[in-house]
């Protein structure tokens, strides 16, 4: 139906940047919300970012400031721009969208994850 398939995780020291990438995939007719979202090791995964198809976005008052989420609904992509990242933000890095397919109205889908370590 649809894969959405996350890229640009890796390692970085504090205070570095990181630019992370979501491209769906299949039969997509149209892409509602999307969102980044995070989990670490023994807690529960949270809103980092999100954003409607028509509206502001908005973040985790732990990003604010620091992160960025956009989209290119032209190329079906979600992007998540972190700077001045702390050790705190070392999570697995989720990209979720909701989104109306041929055979389906719309539904929401997640992508595999993508690790984010933050350590000096």
């Known amino acids: 139906q649809v894969q959405l398939v996350e890229s640009g995780g890796g390692w970085v020291q504090p205070g570095g940047s990181l630019g992370l990438s979501c491209a769906a995939s299949?039969?997509?007719?149209?892409?509602?919300?999307v969102g980044w979202y995070r989990q670490a090791p023994g807690k529960q995964r949270e809103l980092v970012a999100h954003?409607?198809?028509?509206?502001?976005?908005n973040y985790a008052d732990s990003v604010k400031g620091r992160f960025t989420i956009s989209r290119d609904d032209a190329k079906n992509t979600v992007f998540l721009q972190m700077n001045s990242l702390k050790p705190e933000d070392t999570a697995v890095y989720y990209c979720?969208?909701?989104?109306?397919?041929?055979?389906?109205?719309?539904?929401?889908?997640w992508g595999q994850g993508t690790q984010v370590t933050v350590s000096s």
């Open positions: 979720n969208a909701v989104v109306f397919t041929t055979t389906s109205r719309f539904s929401d889908y």
């Open positions: 299949g039969r997509i007719v149209s892409i509602s919300a």
């Open positions: 954003v409607p198809s028509r509206g502001s976005p």
